[in-house]
């Protein structure tokens, strides 16, 4: 999906776009070259781009782990 922000939230893959002016955050599975919207994920329209990792990270660092202990941006 093009203009997408990938990120690896503590060892999943996520993607993060704007469309209409909403934030949407999708499950990715770059081995097949699919994603699947999550739809229960909300990002506040207050967060901008510079803040989506945060955000991420802030949501889901119950997921940390010693081998993924944070949000990094991949792309």
């Known amino acids: 999906m093009m203009g997408m922000m990938v990120f ?3 060892g999943r893959m996520m993607g ?3 469309i209409d002016g909403d934030w ?7 081995s097949q070259g699919k994603h699947s919207r999550l739809w ?3 990002i506040p329209d ?3 781009e510079r803040g989506i990792a945060t955000w991420l990270d802030d949501m ?3 997921w940390a782990t010693a081998e993924y202990p944070t949000v990094v941006r991949i792309k």
């Open 24 to 30: 949407q955050v999708f499950r990715l599975d770059e």
């Open 8 to 10: 690896q939230v503590f």
């Open 46 to 48: 207050f967060v901008d």
């Open 16 to 18: 993060v776009k704007k």
């Open 60 to 62: 889901y660092h119950e």
């Open 40 to 42: 229960e994920i909300v």
